[in-house]
């Protein structure tokens, strides 16, 4: 069982920056690949950034590249996400998933643990 626990969200202008952190439980976080997900209001949860199990290998969402930058830190069982140049598009509930999956941990259904989510609202 992993519990994962985000913060760092909140309301930033356009152009502003934010990282969110996720805490994960357990000692088998090394182990799982992880990933950041969003939600906007009335619109399906989607794919932002992932990162394999030892950092080695991520991936971002097109409209994301270039802005986000998805890192983990095994030691203190915690992934992040440094959001830049943020946009009101940006605007959504952002999740932090877990994922034990072979395959490239990019769609909702590759993941076994979810957080909560932190709310990140860009105004323009």
């Known amino acids: 069982q992993v519990q994962l626990v985000e913060s760092g969200g909140g309301l930033v202008q356009a152009g502003g920056s934010l990282r969110l952190s996720c805490a994960a439980s357990g000692r088998t976080f090394s182990s799982y690949h992880m990933g950041w997900f969003r939600q906007a209001p009335g619109k399906e949860r989607e794919f932002v950034s992932a990162?394999?199990?030892?950092?080695?290998?991520?991936w971002y969402e097109d409209s994301v590249k270039g802005r986000f930058t998805i890192s983990r830190d095994n030691a203190k069982n915690t992934v992040y996400l440094q959001m830049n140049s943020l946009k009101p598009e940006d605007t959504a509930v952002y999740v932090c998933a877990a994922s034990k999956s072979a395959l490239i941990p990019t769609t909702t259904n590759r993941y076994n643990y979810w957080g909560q989510g932190t709310q990140v609202t860009v105004s323009s």
């Open positions: 990162i394999s199990w030892s950092g080695g290998n991520t």
